[in-house]
């Protein structure tokens, strides 16, 4: 069955602190990974698109990288606007994403 | 505003009643998901439509959903017979073609409550 996993399920950071969040998948043939951040009560918002294992992409203090059975998403030096609920999806043939259950990020000040 | 709109952003129903929620995609998006949020739950996939045709509705329960994306006007999902159960945030997600790697853009959200 196609799964994705995401863990930890909530991390707290203070300002500047680095740290990964896990997204690990088991799917037959991966065609590609997304990212997207969720802020509470909106819709998720896309972050990256990540293509084949090795690929990495990078957008301000996050850089997502792939490899044949997970991604990471590294954030560098959070600020508190970073704070948000981090989703990772999986397409299907048809188009569907699977998506983890997420990691809430809170960077405290 | 070039983004996903839904509509309503809330919506309130006693059990039994109708919920039609709204979606209209990004301009020049022919391509339509539809997800559900339960509480504490992660994103759901529903039903994926394009201009007149329902291409994959394995996420969709059997009963009281159906959900339409005509050639003319926003794609409707439609709940008949709410249930407490169907509580929950609805988004819509469009995307320019039909390729499974085509990123998916997410409306704010129907967030549906039944009393």
Known sequence: EDQVTQSPEALRLQEGESSSLNCSYTVSGLRGLFWYRQ?????PEFLFTLYSAGEEKEKER???TLTKKES??????????DSATYLCAVPMLTGKLIFGQGTTLQVKP | NAGVMQNPRHLVRR???????????????????WY?????????????????????ESGMPKERFSAEFPKEGPSILRIQQVVRGDSAAYFC??????????????GPGTRLTVL
């Open chain 1, 62 to 64: 996050l850089k997502a």
């Open chain 2, 15 to 33: 059990r039994g009643q109708e919920a039609r929620l709204r979606c209209s995609p990004m301009k020049g998006h022919s391509h339509v998901y």
């Open chain 2, 93 to 106: 997600a469009s995307s320019p073609g039909a390729g499974s790697t085509d990123t998916q853009y997410f």
């Open chain 2, 36 to 56: 559900r949020q339960l509480p504490e739950e992660g994103l759901k996939f529903m039903v994926y439509l394009q201009k007149e045709n329902i291409i994959d």
């Open chain 1, 39 to 43: 802020d509470p009560g909106k819709g």
């Open chain 1, 72 to 81: 990471f998403l590294h954030i560098t030096a959070p600020k508190p606007e």
